[in-house]
């Protein structure tokens, strides 16, 4: 993994060390009670919050097998973004604070990025949020699947194909 860092907009980009983990979850599960959680049942708003707090995510983070970077406002996590699956956008939420500036653009891109130029991906997924759909379609996805629920989760399946 790389983890070369990235000043935009006076915010430092790069992969998490672990001790961002917890305020990272902190500012996710903020994040996503304010501005996705209304449009979830009780059962997904408790999914989401087992998954972020789940141990084994922890754990597959630590080893490796779950890659998160942060945007960092000094030593504040403002943003983050996290990939499973090798090629899943799993997590991608920017404090309130700092939306609308290029946080969770410049999350993503730097993810896209990487997977294209390090890990030699295709394409990159994500399962996006009825809140996060346009955002995703303003930076090149597309839908490929209308949106479901699973477990009181509404989403909409799409991809971006990354140019060679």
């Known amino acids: 993994m790389m983890d070369a860092e990235k000043e935009s907009r006076s915010l430092t980009i790069r992969w998490a060390r672990?001790?961002?983990?917890?305020?990272?979850?902190k500012m996710i599960w903020r994040t996503f009670l304010k501005f996705?959680?209304?449009?979830?049942?009780?059962?997904?708003?408790?999914?989401?919050?087992?998954?972020?707090?789940?141990d084994d995510l922890y754990v597959a983070f630590l080893r490796g097998r779950y890659q998160m970077m942060v945007a960092l406002?000094?030593?504040?996590?403002?943003?983050?973004?996290?990939l499973r699956n090798r090629n899943h956008l799993s997590l991608l939420f920017v404090d309130e604070k700092y939306h609308r500036r290029g946080v969770g653009s410049a999350i993503l891109n730097r993810l896209c990025d990487y997977l294209a130029r390090e890990a030699g991906e295709?394409?990159?997924?994500?399962?996006?949020?009825?809140?996060?759909?346009?955002?995703?379609?303003?930076?090149?996805?597309?839908?490929?699947?209308?949106?479901?629920?699973?477990?009181?989760?509404?989403?909409?399946?799409?991809?971006k194909n990354f140019k060679r």
């Open 18 to 25: 672990e001790n961002e983990w917890a305020p990272a979850m």
């Open 36 to 54: 996705e959680g209304k449009d979830y049942t009780r059962e997904g708003i408790k999914n989401f919050f087992d998954f972020i707090t789940d």
């Open 73 to 82: 406002d000094g030593d504040e996590v403002v943003g983050a973004g996290s």
């Open 122 to 159: 295709q394409f990159i997924s994500v399962k996006a949020a009825p809140y996060a759909v346009g955002f995703y379609k303003k930076l090149g996805f597309y839908v490929v699947r209308p949106e479901e629920e699973y477990s009181g989760i509404r989403v909409t399946e799409m991809i």
